[in-house]
RNA sequence: GGUGCUAUCGUCUAGUGGCCUAGGACAACGGCCUCUCACGCCGUAAACCCCGGUUCGAGUCCGGGUAGCACUACCA
């Protein structure tokens, strides 16, 4: 019987959630789209210490802006967090009670220790013995009930004395991790060490315990994770060894690093603040360190846009396409096109994408994303008939939204100063008595479009033996402040009559006597 | 240091023994279009990490190097 694929994104709390992060998020989502299977969310809250306010929401909002869907566990709706699904809580921290009883079982069953070694005694061991290993070689000469009577052990809890579970680790054995994307792996047991499953400090387990109760509790069949977890994949099958769960064991795929675009390494947040992109989905505050990081969502990107950007870092299709919708990702993705080595991370290419999406958006939805924008610029109220007009005449040469400004903006505000480069090389000595003749020619136009103008214009500058290139270049310096922007009917259409005359007579003030 | 993973243009990648004179895309460069700047279109340059082996034939399979990365916490 085949078993339902449910497949879990797992992040932690800690802070913003990087766009790594969200590659496997969207990895998950298309593998469990695919399949008909279950997308779940969990928030693995085991490490009390790195907890950082508003990263919960922050990850739940960046999935919901990006379209990856959630069908159990935690999520975003309208703005609020919801819980869905029987296998809740949702959250580690609050599963304390599920965690003792297996901590107990593997306690019992004699593949756990408790250990009293304190953080202090760990750390001066390790400065004593190079390359020092909590494992079966050294177990013996610590402080753990291996070592202590049963009286003992149970005396020190009672008094309150801190301690850890152990994972007590048996040696020398060839462990094999099926692996989705690499094939077999094997590692031997004895570079292992006693991982620790439990605190009692914060009565909470670490993430290796949670990870294997939680995935077995939720009945996820594929772990989809990043490369960093490979190498303690062998301590996960033996985890599930322990607990007798081998039969129901999910299958692994470890995913390939996103890695920084210049030099080597993993990408991280200081690549971004260095090289100037951002490499969260959403702006974040951090209200722990106070720090604020930029994110793709408040850069102009669009969501279908870094989707597709993500998808294509670590994964291929069998042809040469390379836009894809998420119902075609969904429908073509799979593992084994998964890339083994890790992916620059390519800013560059990923503008590209966005500029391929804006394309497609129509002119009046993005002139609803361009207000802010406007309105950063002094623009207030515009008439949005106006705006998406605008736009429809500059969107080809953006990659962004707030771009549009600087294609734009001669249509919200009048030049008062004139581009220098521009005027040396299209203003010429003839310009001023060309625009002179040109605002008489157009104040006494009766119809103001394009079709009219250019057949009064064109005859004119043939006439005269002006030469199309120099009146034209003139007219636009006048309307627009420098030799660029779009075609000049184009632009005169949007300004109207008086606004174009206007414009000319100011030029003529300001530049004329050049 | 130990263990593991990986290795094709600057970058993302196609390639599963002959279709490879190594394909596509981003970026770069050149041209066309044109009243300008762009967009677009066309084109140019650009790669199989090294050494052996297997084979009639290797980018593709095997071995060994080398390099890069990841992991090596009471973090995930």
Redesign the pocket.
């Known amino acids: 019987m085949e078993r339902r694929v449910r497949v879990r994104f ?3 709390p ?1 802070g913003a959630l990087h766009i790594g992060g969200v590659r496997t998020a969207l990895y998950n989502y298309l593998f469990a789209r695919q399949h008909g299977g279950d997308m779940l969310l969990r928030i ?1 809250d ?2 009390s210490t ?1 907890f950082v306010p508003g990263a919960e929401e922050y990850i739940l909002e960046a999935l919901d802006w990006l379209g990856i869907g959630i069908d159990e566990g935690l999520r975003m709706r309208d703005g609020k967090i919801e819980a869905v699904g029987e296998h809740g809580p949702y959250r580690q921290s609050e599963r304390r009670e599920i965690y003792h009883q297996y901590v107990k079982q593997l306690l019992d069953s004699g593949h756990a220790y408790i250990a009293f ?3 202090e005694e ?1 750390e001066a061991k390790r400065a004593e013995i190079p ?1 020092f ?2 494992d079966a070689r050294t177990r013996m000469q610590m402080r753990n009930s291996l070592t202590m009577p049963a009286e003992e052990v149970k005396r020190l809890i009672d008094n309150g004395e ?1 301690y ?1 579970v152990r994972f007590k680790v048996e040696p020398n054995e060839d462990v094999h991790v099926h692996d989705l994307i ?2 077999e ?4 047991s004895n ?1 292992l ?1 006693d991982k ?1 499953l439990y ?1 009692s ?1 914060d009565d ?1 387990p ?3 315990l949670a990870n294997i109760v939680d995935d077995h509790l939720m009945e996820v069949s594929h772990v989809i994770r990043g ?6 994949a062998p301590l996960h099958v033996l985890l599930y060894r322990a607990f007798g769960w081998q039969d129901t064991m999910p299958e692994f795929a470890h995913l ?2 996103l ?1 920084k ?1 210049d030099g ?3 990408l991280s947040k200081r690549d971004g603040d260095r090289l100037g992109f951002p490499v969260f989905p959403l702006e974040f505050h951090n209200q722990k360190d106070g720090t604020v990081s930029s994110g793709y969502r408040e850069s102009g990107y669009l969501p279908e846009a870094v989707i597709n950007f993500l998808a ?3 994964w ?1 299709g ?1 042809g ?1 396409q ?1 836009l894809y919708t998420m119902e075609e990702l969904i429908m073509e993705f799979s593992l ?2 998964v ?6 991370f ?1 800013y ?2 990923g ?2 994408f966005n ?1 391929q999406y804006l394309q497609l958006r129509s002119n009046e939805e993005l002139a609803e994303m361009f207000l802010p924008t406007l309105k950063a610029n002094g623009i207030e109220n515009p008439d949005m008939q106006m705006v998406a007009t605008v736009i429809g005449l500059t969107k ?2 953006v990659n962004f939204v707030p771009e549009l400004w600087e294609q734009t903006n001669f249509f919200f505000v009048a030049p008062t100063e004139y581009d220098e480069k ?1 005027l040396k090389k ?1 203003w010429k000595e003839d310009s001023p008595r060309h625009m002179t003749e040109l605002l008489e020619l157009l104040e006494g136009v009766s119809s103001w479009d394009a079709e009219t103008l250019d057949g009064l214009v064109m005859p004119w500058i043939e006439a005269k033996e002006y030469g ?2 120099i009146v ?2 003139a ?2 310096i006048c309307l627009v402040g420098a ?7 184009a632009i005169t259409d949007v300004l109207g009559k008086e606004e174009t005359i206007k414009r000319i007579k100011n030029a003529l003030l300001a530049i004329g006597n050049l």
Do not use: C
């Not at 792996?185 to 031997?188: D, R, S």
């Not at 890339?339 to 620059?344: F, I, M, T, V």
């Not at 030799?483 to 009917?489: F, L, N």
């Open positions: 797992a992040p932690s800690t693995e085991t490490d790195r070694d304190t953080p760990l390359n290993q909590y801190k850890v690499r094939g792996v094997v590692i031997n570079i060490d620790v605190k400090a909470l670490t993430y290796h490369e960093e977890w490979l190498p303690s390939p690093l890695l675009p080597n390494g993993k294509l870092l670590g291929h069998t040469d390379e084994d096109r890339s083994k080595s890790g992916a620059k390519d560059e290419k503008k590209w500029h080809d040469r521009s299209r199309v290139g034209m270049n007219f636009r030799a660029r922007g779009p075609h000049i009917w």
